[in-house]
T-cell receptor, first 116, second 114 residues
Framework: AQTVTQSQPEMSVQEAETVTLSCTYDTSESNYYLFWYKQPPSRQMILVIRQEAYKQQNATENRFSVNFQKAAKSFSLKISDSQLGDTAMYFCAFMSYGGATNKLIFGTGTLLAVQP | GAGVSQSPSNKVTEKGKDVELRCDPISGHTALYWYRQRLGQGLEFLIYFQGNSAPDKSGLPSDRFSAERTGESVSTLTIQRTQQEDSAVYLC????????????FGPGTRLTVL
């Protein structure tokens, strides 16, 4: 069975600084995707970034980038130039594909607070 | 275009009552998922619909939980004889046909069982 572990329940960062959120996962699958979702107090889950496991190049989306270490099964999220609007719960998620159901498996989340 | 919508936003019920939660997926999305998020935890998969195929119900925690979807439209999640441990946020997500398509989430329904 696949598992996703986020070992940092809470983190804090000053506005304009850089912060890295950690995520590790366990799987025996070969074909999978990894995601970071953001959940602000509104509860809406918003996709931040996704990484295809077969790609060696790390995904980037503006101020958000990942450090994907496939052998170590590590998938960290780096947020540069942190903004107050980045305050939210961040979830790392795993999805294998090729089977009948492409469900997401989530970690327990990291609550990020951006301080002014 | 419109995103995934869910209703009601909040639901308070008494233990033992039945509740019905509704999800309207993004138009054209053939795949629909239900997840449960307990307080302070990540999301747990409940059920998956893909077009007219038989749903994957492997995540439903008990036979008190059921869900329906007609074609590629609205889905309802029904919880019978609610228990206090059913209190959670229930999130719906939809995606297009391909297995690799991104899932887009609704705002969820917060269920509180007294």
């Amino acid at each position: 069975a696949q598992t996703v572990t986020q070992s940092q329940p809470e983190m804090s960062v000053q506005e304009a600084e850089t912060v890295t959120l950690s995520c590790t996962y366990d799987t025996s699958e070969s074909n999978y995707y990894l995601f970071w979702y953001k959940q602000p107090p509104s509860r809406q889950m918003i996709l931040v970034i996704r990484q295809e496991a077969y790609k060696q190049q790390n995904a980037t989306e503006n101020r958000f980038s990942v450090n994907f270490q496939k052998a170590a099964k590590s998938f960290s999220l780096k947020i540069s130039d942190s903004q107050l609007g980045d305050t939210a719960m961040y979830f790392c998620a795993f999805m294998s594909y090729g089977g009948a159901t492409n469900k997401l498996i989530f970690g327990t989340g990291t609550l990020l607070a951006v301080q002014p | 275009g419109a995103g995934v919508s869910q209703s009601p936003s909040n639901k308070v019920t008494e233990k033992g009552k039945d509740v019905e939660l509704r999800c309207d997926p993004i138009s054209g999305h053939t795949a629909l998922y239900w997840y449960r998020q307990r307080l302070g935890q990540g999301l747990e998969f409940l059920i998956y619909f893909q077009g007219n195929s038989a749903p994957d119900k492997s995540g439903l925690p008990s036979d008190r939980f059921s869900a329906e979807r007609t074609g590629e439209s609205v889905s309802t999640l029904t919880i019978q004889r609610t228990q206090q441990e059913d209190s959670a946020v229930y999130l719906c997500a939809s995606s297009m046909t391909r297995a690799t398509d991104t899932q887009y989430f609704g705002p969820g329904t917060r269920l509180t069982v007294l």
